[in-house]
């Protein structure tokens, strides 16, 4: 196949996750969002983009600099990518100003919130401005003179730092620059009295305003805020690393002195200013954004959650008791009887933490399997696998040390865990472990028992209030079973046996998407129906793009609900016209990964923790998980159909690249599927509530069964 013919078939997977940050930019510009709602959306975007040109810029411009040509299945070399992601991401950048300075801090003022300027200081204000900078600024932070004929200050990445032009010395007359860095996580806003609302200034705006004491005698001929990204794109040598842990921490500090590859600067920056950073920085000009407003908008992020201000942020949404669950009964004796669907953030996740806990204090549990990627800093679930462990069971943890940006928290729990007696693995050896499964290995009267949970979430109860994911609490012999042997390859050196219900990635999960999906299209050749839904979070491997344009020229229908990356082009003709893709952007973060096929009738619903993307299907450890109890089958189906009808907060991919708002037609219904969700899950509450009010349980005496 011509090269141009493949390449018309794929989009650019970092323009598209381009497309999907606009999307997420375009919530921040929606008016009918509340005012500080708008401004997390705007905060989300910027924290998006850091971690995009950490990590994919830093990547091409590493292939760039080994003179690569070689064309991603779009058709396009780094430098040309390099090239377009430039100019996109300079276009976003203008968006992001305009929605932050032209749109939302006028409603914000407006609503009483507002940033003020050090040129419009009231009296009072500015003489509590001094106090706050000869307090808390001014002892802080500390001067550094830049020579020319000496090594540059290492910068800490994404931290904020003043660049100072200062005259020349005495006879001379080149510049000098001094350096003012903030470091890591400075408090940014400071809060100014006034008679009614909320007002602060910037830390930037408070340095400036007194910036003539750090450099007393001197003349300061500008002062401006810069502010560079480094190249994130490293990895451990797991072939030359005898310790997995030392090999990480080495990448952890290799990552903060790598090259630049991106620098924000403030618009007003002076020329001679600018060219001294981009010199000493070594970063290419394509990727020096000047920005007509504050740098690193993510700092707004806790503007947005100021106490008060209720009416400008979204109604509260706490997760809901699930139906299944009663809080006032073992979960071992609740899974016993059915398999327990979570659907989060809905439902609440605390019956997984609670089942956890119940098994560290229960006497007749033997172990505890577990692979933690990404965990919160105060981990419930960590402090109850180290009760576990210092109370005699047998507890292993797979910590993957590779959970990128989560290394050095993870390095953290694997230590501490070691000291409670945890076996502890740092994951796979040229893989890393992203699969999300719990067993817990208990002994019963009639034997033993194993209670697994599968998910496509972390172990994290912070994020399970945010992101949209699904769970699966089981006891069923064969799933456990299945779930021993996967946790047994991983751990030890056994090779992957056939498994009788799961599949994992990289040996069999593609394999057996690609079987079912061959499945479908074998039918719709004898004149069955078909029928392919999935949602997940990116959908890039083109192994997996191919199959769904054979399903569809076969006229198989196939939904995607795909929130981020798509590289598949839908509703080209004689191509994908079968095939709809739509993403949803709302108040959580949608993460699921839900796969079904009508299978001529016998419906087949599968979780997963796997992506479609090239790394998840080869250079991770995953899983596929089939949903067999019906009634969570068809939860789950439901799920999907209800992604595709969203005409709220759904878009629909084009075959451009592009995305456009779906709408309700004149007489159509809005269907808001986060909002859908919720309200199910508020309604079967209050079900299972109103049930419990009419049965009548009697007191018993003690020690007497019901």
């Known amino acids: 196949m011509p090269e141009s013919a493949s390449a018309s078939k794929f989009l650019n997977r970092e323009l598209s996750w381009l497309e999907f940050n606009q999307r997420v930019l375009d919530e921040a510009t929606d008016e009918s969002l509340p005012l500080l709602e708008r401004l997390k959306f705007l905060a989300i975007t910027s924290s998006n983009l850091d971690e995009f040109f950490m990590v994919r810029v830093g990547g091409l411009q590493i292939l760039r600099q080994q003179r690569s040509t070689k064309r991603d299945p779009a058709g396009m070399t780094p430098t040309q990518q390099l090239k377009a992601i430039s100019q996109r991401a300079r276009q976003m950048l203008a968006d992001q100003y305009r929605c932050l300075l032209d749109q939302l801090e006028p409603g914000l003022i407006q609503a009483g919130i507002q940033r003020v300027a050090p040129e419009n200081l009231t009296e009072h204000q500015h003489a509590v401005v001094q106090k706050i900078f000869d307090a808390e600024v001014f002892p802080v932070y500390t001067p550094m003179a830049v020579h020319a004929d000496a090594e540059f200050p290492l910068l800490i990445n994404k931290s904020l730092t003043m660049c100072v032009r200062l005259a020349p010395a005495a006879g001379e007359d080149a510049p000098r620059f001094a350096l003012l860095p903030f470091g890591a996580a400075p408090l940014r806003m400071f809060r100014l009295p006034a008679d009614d609302g909320y007002r602060y200034i910037l830390l930037e705006d408070v340095v400036s305003l007194f910036i003539g004491q750090f450099f007393p005698g001197e003349t300061v001929l500008d002062a401006v805020a810069f502010r560079l990204t480094r190249n994130a794109d490293l990895s451990v040598r797991e072939d030359k690393a005898a310790d997995l842990m030392i090999g990480m921490e080495e990448v952890l500090d290799a990552r903060k002195e790598s090259d630049c590859v991106r620098l924000e600067v403030a618009e007003s920056c002076s020329k001679p200013t600018l060219e001294f950073l981009t010199s000493v920085l070594d970063v290419d000009k394509d990727f020096v954004f000047p920005a007509r407003g504050p740098l690193d908008l993510s700092a707004w992020m806790s503007l947005s959650g100021i106490p008060g201000f209720d009416e400008l942020k979204y109604e509260s949404w706490p997760p809901r008791r699930p139906p299944d669950v009663d809080p006032a009964e073992s979960m071992f004796d609740q899974i016993q009887r059915k398999d327990i669907l979570l659907s989060m953030p809905y439902e609440s996740f605390e019956p997984v933490v609670r089942l956890i806990e119940q098994a560290a204090e229960d006497p007749g549990v033997l172990a505890i399997k577990i692979i933690l990627y990404r965990t919160s800093r105060n981990s419930p679930i960590v402090a ?79 994020t399970a209030k945010l992101y949209c994911d699904v769970g699966i609490l089981t006891c069923d012999e064969e799933l456990a079973a299945d779930a021993t042997s996967f946790f047994n390859a991983i751990t030890g050196y056994s090779v992957p046996q056939q498994y009788r219900k799961i599949a994992a990635a990289p040996y069999s999960l593609r394999d057996n998407l690609l079987e079912l999906i061959d499945g479908e299209i074998d039918r719709r050749k004898r004149g069955q129906r078909a029928h392919i839904m999935v949602q997940v979070n990116a959908l890039s491997d083109p192994k997996m793009i191919q199959a769904l344009y054979r399903a569809s020229k076969a006229g198989v229908r196939v939904d995607l609900n795909v929130r981020g990356i798509c590289r598949l082009r839908p509703g080209s003709p004689e191509l994908s016209e079968h095939i709809r893709v739509v993403s949803i952007l709302d108040r959580y973060l949608e993460h699921s990964r839900i796969i079904y096929f009508y299978h001529g009738g016998a419906e087949l619903v599968f979780i997963s923790s796997a992506d479609w993307m090239l790394r998840n299907l080869e250079k991770r450890v995953e899983l596929l998980v089939p949903i067999e109890d019906a009634a969570n089958r068809q939860r789950l189906i439901a799920i999907l159909k209800s992604y595709s009808r969203d005409n709220v907060k759904g878009r629909k991919l084009l075959a451009d690249g592009t995305y456009q708002r779906r709408r309700a037609g004149k007489e159509g219904r809005k269907h808001r599927h986060q909002a859908h969700l919720y309200h199910l899950a508020r309604e079967a509450e209050k079900t299972l509530e109103q049930s419990h009010r009419t049965l009548l349980r009697p007191h018993r005496a003690a020690g007497k069964e019901e």
């Open 384 to 462: 109850a696998l180290q009760r576990a462990s210092e109370s005699g069971k047998h507890v292993t943890a797979l910590v993957e040390l590779k959970a990128r940006f989560d290394e050095a928290r993870n390095i953290g729990w694997a230590k501490s865990l070691e000291q409670a007696g945890v076996q502890v693995i740092y994951g796979v050896k040229g893989l890393k472990t992203h699969a999300k499964v719990c067993i817990i290995i208990r002994r019963e009267a009639h034997g033993i028992q194993r209670y697994v949970h599968f998910a496509t979430g972390n172990y994290n109860e912070v």
